[in-house]
T-cell receptor
Framework: LAKTTQPISMDSYEGQEVNITCSHN???????ITWYQQFPSQGPRFIIQ???TKVTNEVASLFIPADRKSSTLSLPRVSLSDTAVYYC?????????????FGKGTHLIIQP | DAGVTQSPTHLIKTRGQQVTLRCSPK?????VSWYQQALGQGPQFIFQ???????QRGNFPDRFSGHQFPNYSSELNVNALLLGDSALYLC?????????????FGNGTRLTVT
């Protein structure tokens, strides 16, 4: 079971780049890394997913080092609306519940 | 393209009663997962349904049961409600045949047990 460890909370300011790191020391060969964002009273929203190196989409980048024991979600030029809880999940949806297991997440607070 | 829809949005029940929550997956999705989220906590995985069968189950008692219909919609049933069952219940859909298909969540049903 590839458990994850994230900071409980982080603060930043509008316009800054924010990096949230997730540790997953027991990640398996076939495991993917997936990040979700959740606002209060809403369901989590998929942000980005990766297996190795770097993945980028229109909202974020995901950096995964060669050993894959950690990953970093990078949010460029954050705004107040990026205040939310961010979850890192590791696992394979096919064949196990690992990739369906959420931890406590990182509460990101963006200030003006 | 309709996303994941859940009903009802809010529900109040009395301890000992039974409740049924409903979920319609995103168009084109065939797999439904259910989660319980207590206030201030991350979502806790209850179970996942694929091809009308329970495929994965989290650490929840048998009071929690589910069903998936041929049109891929799903129900979550909770019997003998406890005060501790008060939570936001989330449904997520995905594609069962694609490894690590991302989860698409509804906005949940807020259950209050008094």
């Amino acid at each position: 079971l590839a458990k994850t460890t994230q900071p409980i909370s982080m603060d930043s300011y509008e316009g800054q780049e924010v990096n949230i790191t997730c540790s997953h020391n027991n990640i398996a060969t076939n495991d993917y890394i997936t990040w979700y964002q959740q606002f209060p009273s809403q369901g989590p929203r998929f942000i980005i997913q990766g297996y190795k190196t770097k993945v980028t989409n229109e909202v974020a980048s995901l950096f995964i080092p060669a050993d894959r024991k950690s990953s970093t979600l990078s949010l460029p030029r954050v705004s107040l609306s990026d205040t939310a809880v961010y979850y890192c999940l590791v696992g394979r949806i096919e064949g196990g519940a690992d990739g369906l297991t959420f931890g406590k997440g990182t509460h990101l607070i963006i200030q003006p | 393209d309709a996303g994941v829809t859940q009903s009802p949005t809010h529900l109040i029940k009395t301890r000992g009663q039974q409740v049924t929550l409903r979920c319609s997956p995103k168009s084109g999705h065939d797999t439904v997962s259910w989660y319980q989220q207590a206030l201030g906590q991350g979502p806790q995985f209850i179970f996942q349904y694929y091809e009308e069968e329970e495929r994965q189950r989290g650490n929840f008692p048998d009071r929690f049961s589910g069903h998936q219909f041929p049109n891929y919609s799903s129900e979550l049933n909770v019997n003998a409600l406890l005060l501790g069952d008060s939570a936001l219940y989330l449904c997520a859909s995905s594609l069962g045949g694609i490894q690590n298909s991302p989860l698409h969540f509804g906005n949940g049903t807020r259950l209050t047990v008094t």
